[in-house]
């Protein structure tokens, strides 16, 4: 009973406490494991170890920042500029890289190169087109998918001139951009900029190369990122909502489970179609299962929850806890998120684990590799792996824990939604906002940490939200953490929330939680930010909005992209955890006091729940009152006793 409460300590999901138990009694180890013998280094932390040439490593003591300099002379500003600069190169890189082969792809399916891929969203093509200037007229719909493709894929390579995807933005922010000449020309030029300036002896003053920063971040939201959802949209469908379950109970004993895990949906969106196959589902009856069942980790889980329904298995931190159920055929992977850990403990069960990406190998696993132009054949082969696996199992414990969850939430649906078919529009959203009746909009995104206790800081953090008063979008991995915690369904609205809140909620029909997809598509996060100006009431600009973002549990480089493209785009942004420019003073009064004047909104960072959620009421209301729409209201704090009645 005590073991328990220790791993009580680590997360608040109960299907990953049980599995935590197993892997304890069985002798594997998780990340929850290697955290722990992982200590740190304070000059890590602190932003202060400079690595990019052969004379250091050089370190600076983060509490003697003045008495010592790197081999070269850098001073600690420039080291830790430098070092989250390449945070965000890094994370822009991730993300772009997707979105371009998301663009490769729409080009072969408009060429005919691809069988397995069409246009299926003409809406969301002719509306890319319109924002690009591509001609529509009576053209082919596989002309203009064409030349939507060629464009974004130019994006890349483009050496000048003006992102087109960022001219979406309103007005006075592209104004405050080109101020500051931080207006994105190409996407991989600015990601290559990022890194050259960045290498020794190059750029060594920090405001420019957070400057650099901004334009490689801006490049990622509003091109690499947004060229990924909306292509992808495009391909497969612009998500609307739908009911799903959410946890490891989703698994199943008598079926043959296949999880995909990852990021890119070219993938997934195949697997999801070859094991509903009948010929795939007869040789599954003949193995001896009743069935195929798929289910997603990580956000290529939300890519396929929010297009398909395809239950989520867990979040980041429950990948390896997946495989310690014995009960997983196959894990398949791409890009991004995925654990070398895996590796290692599907070594000690029947899982295999396929790689399919010719950017990410792995030693344990089979690679068999994925191109796009027999896309659903290779789908079948690995489908087809997975069944003959499942004569290879052993002993199963699945933990009986799921919860459902509504997901597909979006600009198009949010507007649909609220306005209707024939009137869509924002406009009564807004005014529910001018009227107080929404205190605010509020993102929380980001992954999970083990450093911190999985799932709770989250699941703290948007209780105390909508009880508050906000509405909540949500992406990644975060929104896996809410979702396990039943905050994902409409009649949370009455329990937790504020009348007006509920009332909203009731009226249009959706939980004040809406699951908005993946990390790539936080891009849809600025694409209804900039809908809410543009339908007026609001002020001028997204940094006018009572709007917040968060990531509490954030862990990886795409983090801090997504926070710097969402601050420099105008919205106050708090991250939970740790804050890697804590080394210099002058970074962070940067980052959180100078860009109040330079964009208007600012970076913070607040790891205590409660006091993150009162960071960000105070944000809100101070916007509130801007706009003179301000009414005094009390905080409710979301205590132990309300906590307690929820969970009888
Ligand atoms: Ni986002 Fe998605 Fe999760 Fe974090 Fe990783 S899966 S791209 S980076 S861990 S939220």
């Given at each position: ?509 959706i939980p004040p939680v809406l699951h ?37 549990e954030w862990m990886s480089e795409k ?90």
């Amino acid at each position: 009973m005590a073991e328990i409460e220790d791993f009580g300590e680590l997360t608040s999901c109960e299907a990953s406490i049980e599995m935590l138990r197993k892997a304890a009694e069985e002798g594997q180890e998780t990340a929850f494991d290697r955290v722990a013998q992982q200590k740190g280094c304070a000059f890590g932390e602190a932003g202060s170890c400079c690595r990019i040439c052969a004379m250091g490593p050089c370190r600076i003591n983060p509490k003697k920042p003045d008495e010592s300099r790197g081999v070269c002379g850098a001073t600690m500003d420039t080291i830790v500029a430098r070092n989250f600069a390449r945070m965000i190169a890094g994370g822009s890189s991730a993300h772009s890289d997707h979105g371009r082969a998301v663009a490769e792809t729409l080009i072969m399916a408009a060429k005919g190169e691809t069988a397995d891929y069409e246009v299926k969203d003409r809406i969301k093509l002719l509306e890319v087109a319109a924002d690009l200037g591509v001609e529509v007229g009576d053209r082919d719909i596989n002309d203009i998918a064409l030349e939507v493709g060629e464009r974004c894929l130019a994006m890349f390579g483009q050496q000048e001139g003006e992102l087109a995807l960022a001219q979406r933005a309103p007005e006075p922010r592209k104004e405050i951009w080109r101020k500051l000449g931080v207006f994105p020309r190409g996407i991989d030029r600015e990601v290559v900029e990022m890194m050259h300036r960045t290498s020794i002896g190059v750029d060594q003053d920090y405001e420019n190369i957070l400057l650099q920063g901004t334009r490689c971040a801006l490049a990622d939201g509003w091109g690499g990122s947004m060229i990924g959802t909306e292509l992808q949209d495009i391909l497969f469908g612009t998500p609307t909502p739908l009911e799903s379950k959410v946890n490891l109970g989703v698994l199943k004993e008598d079926e043959v489970n296949i999880v995909v895990h990852g990021h890119e949906p070219l993938l997934s969106e195949m697997i999801v179609l070859a094991a509903s196959l009948p010929e795939m589902l007869e040789k599954a009856r003949a193995a001896g299962a009743k069935g195929i069942n798929l289910a997603g980790i990580c956000c290529t889980a939300n890519e396929v929850l929010t297009r398909h329904g395809v239950p989520i298995a867990g979040n980041v931190l429950q990948q390896e806890l997946a495989i310690l159920t014995g009960a997983v055929e196959a894990m398949i992977v791409d890009v991004q998120c995925v654990y070398q850990g895996i590796g290692q403990i599907a070594s000690c069960f029947h899982t295999d684990i396929i790689t399919t990406s010719p950017r990410a190998k792995m030693p344990h696993a089979k690679h068999i590799e994925f191109h796009e132009d027999h896309a659903l054949e290779t789908a079948k082969k690995i489908v087809s792996e997975a069944i003959d696996n499942f004569k290879n199992r052993g002993k199963v414990q699945i933990p009986s824990n799921t919860e459902s969850l509504i997901a597909g939430f979006n600009h198009e649906y949010i507007n649909y939604m609220l306005g209707g078919r024939y009137r869509a529009s924002y406009r009564p959203l807004n005014d529910a906002v001018i009227d107080g009746r929404i205190r605010g909009v509020v993102g929380v995104v980001g992954c999970n940490n083990p450093r911190v206790k999985h799932d709770d800081i989250h699941t703290r953090v948007v209780r105390e939200l909508i009880a508050n008063g906000c509405l909540v979008l949500m992406t990644g991995c975060a929104a896996q953490s809410v979702a396990k915690a039943g905050l994902m369904l409409p009649e949370v609205a009455r329990e937790i929330c504020p009348q007006g809140l509920w009332e909203v909620c009731e009226a249009v029909g959706i939980p004040p939680v809406l699951h908005c997809g993946s990390c790539v598509d936080n891009s849809r996060i600025l694409i209804a930010a900039t809908a809410m100006v543009h339908e007026g009431g609001l002020g001028d600009d997204i940094s006018d909005l009572p709007a917040a973002g968060c990531a509490p549990e954030w862990m990886s480089e795409k983090a801090i992209a997504i926070g710097q493209y969402f601050v420099t785009s105008g919205v106050y942004t708090v991250f939970g955890v740790k804050w890697p420019t804590l080394g210099s003073k002058a970074v962070t009064d940067l980052l959180f006091e100078k860009y109040k004047d330079l964009y208007k909104n600012c970076w913070d960072y607040e790891p205590d729940p409660e006091k993150m959620v009162g960071k960000i009421l105070n944000v809100i209301d101070n916007k509130r009152e801007a706009l003179g729409i301000s009414a005094k209201r009390e905080r409710v704090l979301f205590d132990m006793a309300m906590r307690r009645e929820l969970e009888v």
